[in-house]
């Protein structure tokens, strides 16, 4: 070949490859978060806030409410809803006081803020924590364990630390027995073993058995060469075996036993289909955090962000790479500038304005957390930038309070709980 057609390959090849360089993605805020960043510049702290849109926690309450159609019952997941004042008001709009609870400082809580509550622990909880709760709690609660709280048991060695723990108390303790339905969870592993602790239990008169719970929510998670539905309909019919074994013993199984499973991944599966539960417990699905973008949850609307004021905007050069910086923002104008947020290193991703991301090549920070985009953000410093949380659970306490949005308002602030 000649050098003259080598030449021209390799220009076609040049230009080629330079047409393949990462496109421009900045954009400015749309309508929604342009009016929060006007809204935060008049009224916000100029720090950190966690905002609630609670038109949007309505419209997802009010589709949970449509699915369930009064045919399962609902328990709120605190753990994902950590505010006394989103759980209240959740409550009320959702009409149910049945809480599952994951945290021993979150259960006293919740048994001093909601005294008619029905609360079930939503992993087994180690001895000496639910010994805490007793000592942590007042005598003159009008809540009573005895009828509202059931413990959590997960193998024989728990049921024998709750059987002595009761002793030790003097009092009755209700208990679910946690079953293993396909999904890895721990729990009792089969129905032999589910009869095994059944039969341990007949001794154990001060042991109140309310029924059982299966957590299902991985079948969201179904692998490829598998199918979903036949995910879900094999870990029905796993549950319905454990159901199958406790109600042998006739003398301990309860007249109206709790039958707790799903969650917020698996709820929309379980309000449509023949389903063994009589209980679903919700939490993020009222709020969708990014984790729960599902086909099942694609109705629901993103109703919690993070705004964040921003501190700065500087050229996106990279320190020692000086030399090569013109070239790096030539290939790839989303490295233009560099954003400093006001903290960071939150489980969450930027997505107002639209093109930021965070600078892998510069790395994370939760003092001054460095986003990376294009001059067509249209970002200049004491803007807020806004970021959607991958999860709610872990999060909220983080905060200490949620700012509260109505019609486009801040119109009050909800504390938040502790996390564990």
Known sequence: MKRRHLLAVGALGLLAGWALRPHDRGQQHDAYFASL???LQQEGDGIPALLLDLDRVDANADLLA????????????????ASVG????????????????FHQPQLNRLARSFPQADLLLGKPMPVHAALNFYRQLPGHLGFTPARQLTWLIDSAERLRQYAELARALGQPLRIALEIDIGMARGG???PQALGQALQHLQDQPQLQLQGLMGYDAHVAHAPPWTEQRRVFADTNARYREFLAAARAFSLLWPRQPLLNGGGSLTYPLHSRSDTPLNEVAVGSALLKPGDFDTPALSEHQPALW????????VDGDLPYLGAVQPLMTAWNPNREHAYYLYGGRWPAHPVSPAGLDYDALYGRSANQERLIGSAATGLRADDWVFLRPAISEGLLG???EMRLLRAGQLVGRWSTLPTG
């Not at 699915?67 to 809803?81: A, F, I, P, W």
């Not at 993070?306 to 905007?313: C, F, Q």
């Open 66 to 81: 449509e699915r369930l159609n009064g045919r399962l019952g609902l328990r709120l997941v605190s753990k994902s809803l």
């Open 398 to 400: 983080g905060f200490g």
């Open 306 to 313: 993070i705004a964040s004021p921003l501190l700065k905007v």
């Open 86 to 101: 989103l759980l209240e008001y959740l409550a009320k709009r959702l009409q149910t006081q049945r809480f599952m609870v």
């Open 188 to 190: 009792f592993r089969d």
């Open 37 to 39: 960043n006007r809204l």
